[in-house]
């Protein structure tokens, strides 16, 4: 059974929300706070803020939030890579079976490229 397009391809799709909301927030904070007066530094992001006008201000906050919440989506993928990766260096069968539990729903929660690794580590480990 193949996984949703969400959970196989999370670390890209989290990639580009993550640079949309930058940019998104970047303009949102230049044409919300900036307006009128912008340095001269910022006059290409005037200019891109320009067209949504009164906008600008709900563009900041959905671009922030959007931010978080990527952020965040971005941060449990690595946080469950590495935590995974890290069971999967265990030299030992007993501790391998003993942290099985933890280590099928990380492989679960990731794209099938580690499933695949813990189902590698099982036929060598012969568990079934």
């Known amino acids: 059974m193949s996984k949703s397009f969400f959970k196989e391809y999370r670390l ?4 580009f929300l993550c640079c949309l909301a930058v940019f998104g927030t970047v303009v949102g904070i230049v044409g919300t706070f900036f307006a009128e007066s912008a340095p001269s530094y910022l006059s290409v992001l005037e200019e891109l803020a320009a067209p949504f006008g009164e ?4 563009l900041l906050v959905i ?3 959007t931010l978080v919440g990527a952020g ?4 449990d993928y690595y946080k469950k890579t590495r ?5 999967m260096a265990i030299p030992s069968k007993a501790k391998f079976v003993r942290n099985l539990d933890e280590i099928e729903y990380l492989a ?5 490229r ?5 189902l590698e580590k099982k036929r060598r ?4």
Do not use: C
Not at 12 to 15: A, V
């Open 55 to 58: 906008w600008a201000y709900w």
């Open 83 to 87: 935590s995974l990766a890290r069971f």
């Open 114 to 118: 580690f499933e695949d690794q813990v």
């Open 12 to 15: 890209e799709f989290g990639s």
């Open 72 to 75: 965040w989506w971005l941060y």
């Open 63 to 65: 671009g922030s939030l």
């Open 125 to 128: 480990f012969n568990i079934r």
């Open 108 to 112: 679960w929660s990731l794209p099938q």
